[in-house]
Nanobody
Framework: QVQLVESGGGLVQAGGSLRLSCATS????????MGWYRQPPGEDREEREL???????????GYADSVKVRFTVNLDTAKNALYLQMNNRTPEGTSIYYC???????????WGRGTQVVVSS
């Protein structure tokens, strides 16, 4: 099973920017749907919200309405890493951010352990 390790979280002021990274053991990506999710403080795992997604085949992306324009997801196949560039942060964005891979044919899901982002007002 693929392994995922997130990094890049930390404290950022409202209006600031942060880039999250997800290092993966995957070497080919055409059979994955990949995404970033966030889980606000005090919420259960089931409340994780999809923030951004990208298809390994074709590179199509999708974003939650709340982050459109401000966030960008991209995959760097040379570095075997998924990224989430977050601009113009708002305090509502304080969450643990998780990287998630799902195989498109067998729907096997793998989660990373998360990286915490705190947005100060």
């Amino acid at each position: 099973q693929v392994q995922l390790v997130e990094s890049g979280g930390g404290l950022v002021q409202a209006g600031g920017s942060l880039r999250l990274s997800c290092a993966t053991s995957a070497r080919t990506f055409s059979h994955y749907e990949m995404g970033w999710y966030r889980q606000p403080p005090g919420e259960d795992r089931e409340e994780r919200e999809l923030v951004a997604s990208i298809m390994g085949r074709g590179g199509g992306t999708g974003y939650a309405d709340s982050v459109k324009v401000r966030f960008t997801v991209n995959l760097d196949t040379a570095k075997n890493a998924l990224y989430l560039q977050m601009n113009n942060r708002t305090p509502e964005g304080t969450s643990i951010y998780y990287c998630r891979f799902e195989t498109t044919t067998t729907q096997v899901v793998t989660w990373g352990r998360g990286t915490q982002v705190v947005v100060s007002s």
